[in-house]
């Protein structure tokens, strides 16, 4: 049976995306540069470097599906490692995915303000997201796109033997982002450069791309559904 890939599965977002699927019965492999200090309840697979595409591009024939959960934080200031890490590790799985028709991608990524502290971090994920709107186009028939932006991810990180309890701060900060998502836009709309456009573009929260339709006369579609 065909099994999604998870790269960054070892990393907080992918740990918890591989846990759902080992829930859920369905077959998948977790994909990261070191070996797991504890089970995930799918397959792992370590030496994977994302910037080697050479390291992956074997597993990706017959892939069910592709979840990318793979970056460094915003606050890594410098350029080229930021979008070494946030950008290129992303398109090169993209593209091979491309390469082998694999039909269903999921790209995590992020909604970020324009403001300059994090512009690094910011133009990676941009890099990663165009990517990713092109991949039905360049994968062919019978191939889509998610790209998810996640608020505040909340839940207790497993550092070692040690336990991050990040839901104390994140889980508050959560339900603050969501009540004042309507204030924030239109003090947005007012002063355009208080939240750098990031109030008014994370609405959505996610947006999918599937292959040009001939009935709608060519042009992707976007939206959930």
Avoid at 3 to 13: K, P
Avoid at 36 to 49: F, L, N, R, W, Y
Wanted: proline share 9%; charged share 20%.
């Amino acid at each position: 049976m065909s099994r999604t890939l998870v790269f960054g599965g070892r990393g907080f977002v992918g740990a918890a995306v591989c846990r759902e699927l080992a829930k859920r019965g369905l077959p998948a492999a977790s994909l990261g540069r070191s070996q797991p200090k504890e089970p995930s309840g799918v397959e792992e697979i370590g030496g994977i470097d994302a910037l080697k595409p050479e390291t992956f591009d074997s597993l990706l024939p017959g892939a069910r599906a592709v979840v990318i959960a793979i970056g460094e934080p915003p606050w890594v200031r410098d350029k080229e490692r930021a979008m070494r890490f946030n950008g290129i590790t992303n398109i090169n799985i993209l593209q091979s995915a491309a390469k082998h028709k694999v039909p269903r991608i999921v790209l995590v990524n992020a909604t970020m303000p324009t403001w300059s502290l994090i512009a690094p971090y910011r133009e990676g994920k941009l890099a990663a997201e165009r990517e990713a709107l092109s991949y039905p186009e360049k994968c062919g028939t019978n191939c889509h796109v998610v790209v998810l932006k996640p608020g505040a991810i909340s839940g207790t990180r497993q550092e070692g033997s040690l336990e991050v309890p990040l839901w104390i701060i994140l889980e508050p900060m959560r339900l603050v982002m969501s009540w004042m998502s309507w204030p924030c836009e239109v003090l947005e709309g007012c002063l355009p450069s208080l939240f750098g456009g990031a109030a008014a573009s994370a609405a959505p929260g996610c947006c999918c791309r599937r292959p040009p339709s001939p009935r709608a006369g060519g042009g992707a579609s976007d939206g959930c559904s």
